[in-house]
């Protein structure tokens, strides 16, 4: 029998999909066989043939990184068991919990709460864990609701210890789902059960209460800075809500509020700037030497989330090599078969296991445990136990420079930097310097945000967070523990899964046309090629807007014009592009498939995929361009929060996942697009097409495509003729009408 003192924590599991990875290449063969006709026949054809080149040469170099990306299919496989047999729970290393709020309208303080709330409750020592909570929005409501919602842990917290729940979001263990009694159940957790469901119930009736009210308690008495608060106009603001003096071992953790200074001439760096400042508040209270950081509807699924996340990170081997723990994003009661194809379960099983066989996965900005001396700026190539700053006297230009003015806190930054973990009590002295990092000023003249902390210069700052880590040589780890560690809500809505796809395309292309480019990391730096091409595959989202554009006009000018741009009939060629549609869609079905997804999710999946290229990507590349230019500066834009679910009463109607529509002009595209189409197929059907000359007119491919583009803009379709939010508003359809003018005249012209 193997000594447990011998096993390894975790276990890296290779996954093998023979049957995908034939399919790949037989589909880059096709493309590749299509680009050398192209070649080969192109002095016959015109600017539509170099068209097609281009954007078909786009793809093939996209499908080549993605079979890259998705060559090592790996898993972890983690064993808390073995962690606990190893080392004594008092001798776990401490973890700040990280949550981030930013405006309590599209954030409702009741789910942050309840994400607090599963965090204070998670199995693990109480004397190693603290909870922050930035709320950057300075909203009074959300302050009320946590305060409140820490009374309640008092009670939440030694339910869940006790009985072991494994569910610690309280609305979702109390859901209408989750309310029978087995006959196992004793009296006492029954009466005890009740009690608690009767408290929260009276929890979110305060807070519903307090919504729309401009200050809903009295702050004279709780707490008086709120008093003539303004949102981009005030003070560092911290709150110990609850300090877990007693050091009691089921009670709940220390629960810390923070909303920084904002002044309104200071950059404010959205979440990056709101997460160093968390890291610096808790590097001065707490300073534990992991942080554990989600958003604020990422609520704990797993008790053992700690644990897993520390068979990642513990051990010597780990400590050289591991900067960060990533679990999935995964999503609660979404919508049956992902309408909005937002819930990315195929982009995790596939590309994220993928990734994680080369470096590690990259940081999602949720859901992650980072080791607090990388975040500082360490390398793995630096001399063990951070004895490159052994103290704060060698090196104190250095320590300014990179932490900032304040003594305490270069203090702190040195104690984690040498591996000190041991707790830091909270004290007022502590508290009082805490307001002073919090301040705007704080980071001027240092490397916060440069080469300490979370970056700044893109408004995905995870991934540029992330792959500054990759690029000093760091590996990261994918923990997938079942259950599933954290679950989430997916957005809801066409408008609400536009913004979120245009703030990620947005700040994705600004890493990729900006200094912080990956080509940078693998020349310079310790960036292994093929992860540069992960990063690449992910920055490039908003450039595919451009082929993919080119390509969906390329039927319907084909069609106006009487030309083509896809083999005809008679050429030897002509079955490639059919035998590549084929090939490509059953793949895909084969991957929804495996990961338990119905055919109607794989097809929810395929159109969305068009709609977001020629809409919300498109936005956000137009974004970048103009930022480069200085005409405008791209804003963070947060992403409205619903907890409603799919189980929910009435959610089962008629109207559930249909697609919305508002003012923005980003429908603007995808409606001419249809426009488009609609108007190339009706000048087919009625015979107005120019005549044929030399055979070379369109053929029934260029037919069958648009159809294919119509059918995935299916919900623009409906939209045309569809009422209040469900419809296109008139002024959208009245541009994409001009713009499908335009596009025939100059077609026909």
């Not at 030694?158 to 009694?181: D, E, G, L, M």
């Not at 029954?190 to 519903?208: C, G, H, M, V």
């Not at 897993?308 to 591991?322: I, Q, R, V, Y």
């Amino acid at each position: 029998m193997a000594n447990q003192n011998s096993l390894p924590l975790h276990e890296r599991i290779e996954l093998r999909y023979t049957l995908h990875k034939v399919i790949e290449f037989i589909i880059l063969f096709l493309l590749l066989s299509l680009l050398v006709h192209r070649l080969l026949s192109f002095n016959d054809h015109g600017f539509t043939w170099l068209i097609a080149f281009l954007c078909e040469l786009s793809f093939t170099l996209n499908w080549v990184i993605t079979i890259s990306n998705k060559w090592n299919i790996v898993e972890y496989k983690t064993y808390p068991d073995r962690l606990l047999q190893r080392v004594s729970k008092h001798e776990l290393p401490p973890v700040d919990m990280f949550v981030t709020t930013a405006n309590s309208e599209l954030e409702p303080p009741i789910i942050t709460i309840n994400t607090v709330l599963s965090l204070l409750a998670v199995d693990y020592p109480t004397n190693k864990l603290a909870c922050y909570v930035s709320d950057d929005g300075c909203s009074p409501l959300t302050f009320y609701s946590l305060s409140e919602a820490s009374k309640f842990a008092k009670l939440w917290v030694p339910f869940c210890k006790k009985y072991n729940v494994q569910v610690r979001a309280p609305f979702r263990y109390f859901s209408n789902n989750n309310t029978t009694f087995s006959s196992n159940d004793s009296s006492e957790f029954k009466q005890e059960w009740t009690l608690l469901k009767d408290e929260y119930e009276q929890l979110s009736r305060k807070i519903e209460d307090a919504v729309g009210k401009s200050i809903p308690f009295d702050v004279s008495q709780d707490f008086p800075v709120f008093s003539n608060i303004e949102r981009n106009n005030h003070p560092t603001i911290i709150k110990v809500l609850w300090e877990n003096k007693e050091d009691v071992s089921d009670g709940p953790p220390h629960l810390i509020y923070i909303s920084r200074e904002k002044r309104p001439k200071h950059p404010h760096h959205s979440k990056a700037g709101a997460m160093n400042v968390l890291t610096r508040v808790s590097g001065l209270m707490t300073n534990a030497p992991f942080m554990l950081n989600v958003d604020c509807d990422m609520f704990v699924n797993n008790p053992n989330i700690m644990l897993h996340a520390m068979c990642t990170l513990l051990g010597s081997e780990n400590e050289t090599k591991n900067a960060f723990a990533q679990f999935p994003q995964i999503f609660y009661d979404g919508l049956k078969d992902d309408p909005f194809g937002n819930q990315m379960v195929v982009l995790w099983k596939f590309v994220g296991h993928g990734i994680a066989g080369i470096q590690g996965p990259i940081y999602a900005g949720t859901g992650c445990v980072h080791r607090r001396k990388v975040i500082y700026g360490l390398s793995p190539t630096d001399t063990k136990n951070g004895e490159r700053y052994p103290n704060i006297g060698s090196g104190k230009v250095e320590m300014l420079k990179n932490f900032g003015t304040s003594e305490e806190f270069t203090k702190s930054a040195g104690d984690a930097l040498q591996g000190n973990t041991e707790c830091v009590n909270m004290s007022s002295k502590s508290i009082e310097a805490a307001h002073r990092v919090g301040e705007c000023e704080y980071e001027y003249g240092t490397n916060w945000g440069i080469k300490v902390g979370w970056r700044y210069g893109s408004t995905t700052e995870d991934i540029l967070t992330g792959l500054s880590i990759h690029n000093k040589g760091w590996n990261s780890i994918f923990c997938t523990p079942d259950p599933p560690a954290f679950l989430g809500c997916a957005p809801t809505g066409g408008p609400d899964s536009m913004t979120q796809q245009k703030r990620w395309a947005t700040g994705l292309l600004e890493i990729l046309l900006s200094k912080n480019c990956p080509i940078f990391g693998t020349l310079f730096a310790n960036l292994q090629f093929r992860m540069f091409l992960c990063y690449f595959w992910v920055l490039s989202w908003g450039l595919r807007c451009i082929p993919e554009l080119c390509y969906a006009a390329l039927p319907a000018y084909s069609i106006i014009t009487n030309t083509h741009f896809l083999p005809k009939g008679q050429e030897p060629t002509y079955y490639i592009p059919i035998a590549l549609f084929v090939l490509y869609h059953i793949y895909t079905l084969l991957e929804h498939l495996q990961t338990g997804l119905s055919i109607r999710a794989w097809w929810n999946n395929q159109r969305m995929g068009r709609i977001t290229v020629m809409s919300a990507w498109l936005f956000g590349f137009i974004g970048v361009i103009l930022k480069l230019l200085g005409i405008t500066e791209t804003v963070f834009e947060v992403t409205r929060k619903d907890q409603s679910t799919s189980s929910d009463e009435g959610s089962e109607d008629s109207e559930a996942g249909r697609f919305t529509f508002d003012t923005s002009p980003i429908f603007v595209p995808p409606t001419t697009i249809l426009l488009v189409q609609l108007t190339a197929l009706a000048t087919a059907f009625l015979g107005l097409r120019p005549q044929d000359q030399d055979e070379l007119g369109s053929g029934p491919l260029e037919v069958i495509s648009s159809v294919w583009l119509v059918l995935c803009l299916w919900p623009f379709l409906k939209g045309l003729f569809g009422t209040g939010k469900y419809g296109i508003p008139l002024s959208t359809i009245f541009k994409s009408v001009g713009f499908t003018l335009l596009f025939y005249t100059l077609c026909r012209n």
